[in-house]
């Protein structure tokens, strides 16, 4: 039988690492006693994402019957009653979007990347669809498609740094870099609506809102990461009870 | 039979808690399995179920809601036996329509019961796996010479009422006061497992040598597994220099049916609690012993317990606590269970003590294994079961990290004594 050299605890032959120290169990001949090399456990499948697929596939079923009742509804009315057309064409596509939106948010789709690539392609087909209802492209191409792209950077941006920073603390990371998401958003707002009104770029409220909060977001990433020893025994001197 | 008369019951005292706590990580269910030394025959298996199942009427039931409480309802259906695939314990949908509050698996030769708490205890999912055990061998050979006792019951033995009674209410005295309040207590600082992972390290020890060491501090052997666990948690703490903010404290459940003459095949058990507070200093191994053995033997006194089962009644009975919607329930008692116990104890030991079986049949199991229901509030925890001449400690574990096992487990190999390790780890 294998011993754990460490802990001096006898192993079966299937398992390679010790389990409680994980340090790596010699090999022995596993011929000498074929019995022992037998499965205890199944090899353990997780039921949590099981279920969890199956409640989210019955109420996503459930979500697609309402939605498609609804369209079929509102096309009732259009064919039966005299009713704004424009209305109900708005709802229409408002319902229809909401069912992508439903379906991204229930993360069929499994990489983020995508999935925010996604987000960006069924809000730029809905804002050009209610754009476009009166035949007539108004305020899609001048602002919205602007500002999707600019949301969808953003995200990007968030998510890329997300996945790549050793910062892990959830209550540092997140706030942090909602901050500098919210900050570089509405800079890059008011550039976009400063510019098709005025043709003219004048920075104000978002100045305010950009360094007010990259201001929250630098002290809590400094404090977290690099405040030095000499600072914090100060703080500690300072503040202490 | 009862269910003649009646179709329903209403849930046991500590069992009401249960299905109002259950989440996907607090699943409530602990799971006793049987390890033989042949291949499991299904087919048999599920023949050996559907006759002993009649014989334990108070689980071949459902669980429903009410306006007030959940109940169960009995019902005509016979469980069907699974093959295991997936984590020991995992939650169950026994809220579900046709949903059993336990289920029978199989895989390779080994049999298991895995059971929701809010139907019966450790006890009384014993005495089921071992009345299954027995018919299934009854079946695997007719000529099978079984003698009575063990705890086992027959599927041909009359049902006697008093194992349906609720003995809390039985045994409850209304005059009394509270036992004294429990502060929050220290928890292990690990990083919980994903959801719908639980991980077990079962240590197979010979039984001879460690009675022998507890015989020689006049000691039970519970009491010397868990002055073993606090030491354990004492040199965790002191070699990884863990901040201590709350004393140890461990919840320990004593089988009530010890001290008082019911035959319940529900829940029927209360939780001790001994602690001790590490910041005063550094504990030998003898002092945690003498503290144990004192605050057992001033525990485990039918004065003492009567208090436990009083407040647990008391509240149960309260008209304002029976008035409260259920839907309101569900939502108020996972967080006052998490504030009145889980926070209040570091872990928990659970031993179901020494299994008997006939002779005919007891060289055919190889093994009993006891693994108990997973917590978030206490991810640790440890059962303890024993058959023939080996002592089977299963830590059950939401938790990557091994530290803790690892400290209890090299302890007792220091005593010399040889521990085999099996795990469901990858």
């Known amino acids: 039988m294998p011993y754990c050299p460490k802990c001096g605890v006898e192993i079966d032959y299937t398992i390679k690492n010790c389990p409680l120290c994980t340090f790596p169990i010699p090999k022995i001949d596993e011929d000498t006693n074929p ?28 979500i697609s019957i309402l939605i498609f009742s609804a369209v079929l509804v509102l096309m009732t009315i259009i064919s039966i009653f005299k009713v704004s057309q424009l209305a109900i064409t708005y709802s229409i596509i408002s319902v229809i979007s909401a069912w992508f939106y439903i379906f991204l948010f229930f993360g069929y789709i499994r990489s983020k990347y995508y999935s925010i690539l996604a987000l960006g392609f069924v809000t730029t087909c809905l804002t050009y669809g209610l754009d476009n209802v009166d035949k007539e492209i108004t305020w899609f191409y001048s602002y ?32 942090a870099h909602l901050c500098i998401g919210i900050s570089l ?34 002290i809590l990433i400094g404090l977290y990461y690099k405040l030095p020893d000499r600072m914090k025994e100060k703080i500690k001197r300072t503040l202490h009870i | 039979m009862r269910q003649h008369s009646k179709n329903w019951y209403k849930l046991d005292n500590a069992g009401k808690l249960y299905p109002s706590i259950t989440s996907t990580r607090v699943s409530t269910v602990f799971r006793v399995s049987a390890t033989l030394y042949d291949e499991v025959n299904p087919t048999l298996l599920q023949t050996a179920l559907n006759n002993i199942i009649e014989r334990f009427p108070y689980y071949k039931v459902n669980l429903k809601r009410g306006l007030f409480w959940y109940y169960f309802e009995y019902t005509g259906n016979c469980p069907v036996i699974e093959k295991e695939t997936f984590y020991p314990c995992m939650f169950m949908y026994y809220k579900r329509k046709k949903s059993f509050p336990f289920r029978v698996l199989y895989y390779n030769k080994k049999i298991s019961i895995e059971i929701s708490h809010s139907i019966t205890d450790g006890t009384g999912v014993v ?18 010479c079984l003698e009575k006792d063990h705890g086992i019951f027959f599927s041909h033995d009359p049902i006697d009422q008093e194992e349906t009674e609720d003995a809390f209410h039985k045994y409850y005295q209304k005059h009394i006061p509270d036992p004294p309040k429990l502060k929050k207590a220290f928890h292990f600082p690990f990083k919980l497992n994903a959801k719908g992972e639980y991980n077990i390290i079962t240590g197979i020890i010979p039984i001879e040598p460690l009675l022998a060491a507890a015989k020689k501090h006049h000691v039970s052997l519970t009491q010397y597994l868990l002055a073993l666990y606090f ?12 901040k201590l903010r709350h004393p140890v404290v461990m919840n320990v459940p004593v089988n009530l049916r010890n001290l008082y003459p019911s035959k ?12 001790i507070d590490f910041r005063l200093g550094t504990y030998s191994f003898d002092e945690i012993l003498d503290y144990i053995k004192c605050y057992m033997k001033m525990s485990i006194t039918r004065k003492n317990i009567s208090r436990y089962i009083h ?85 059950g574990s939401l938790t990557k990290t091994t530290e803790i096992e690892k400290i209890f487990f090299r302890k007792i190999r220091r005593m010399n004594i040889p521990v085999k390790i099996e795990t469901n780890r990858e």
């Open chain 1, 35 to 62: 019995i022992s090399t037998e499965n205890k456990f199944p090899h353990p499948e997780n039921i949590y994402y099981e279920e969890l697929l199956k409640m989210k596939n019955q109420a996503f079923f459930a």
């Open chain 1, 144 to 175: 919205a498609l602007h500002i999707i792209v600019l949301s969808v950077l953003i995200l990007l941006l968030l998510l890329y740094l997300y996945n790549r920073s050793k910062l892990k603390n959830q209550f540092v990371f997140i706030p």
């Open chain 1, 185 to 218: 958003f509405s800079a890059a707002l008011e550039c976009i609506l400063d510019f098709q009104a005025n043709r003219a770029i004048q920075l104000s409220w978002s100045l305010i809102v950009f360094i007010v909060l990259m201001s929250i977001a630098l």
């Open chain 2, 127 to 144: 005495i089921f796996l071992k009345s299954l055990l027995l018919e299934y061998f009854r079946l695997l050979n007719n000529n099978l």
């Open chain 2, 231 to 242: 030491d354990t948690i004492q040199e965790y703490i002191h070699s990884n220099k863990v």
């Open chain 2, 264 to 275: 319940t095949m529900r829940n029927f058990f209360i939780s001790i609690t001994p602690q």
């Open chain 2, 311 to 395: 407040k647990n009644v008391k509240n149960e009975k309260s008209l304002f606590v029976r008035l409260i919607p259920l839907f309101i329930k569900n939502l108020l008692l996972p967080v006052l269970y998490n504030k009145y116990a889980e926070r209040n104890f570091t872990s928990s030991i659970s031993n179901l003590g020494q299994i008997t079986m006939p002779k005919s049949i007891e060289n055919k199991i190889e093994r009993f294994e006891f693994y108990p229901p997973p917590s978030r509030g206490n991810i640790i925890k440890l059962g303890v079961v024993s058959y023939k001449d080996k002592i089977y400690i299963s830590f």
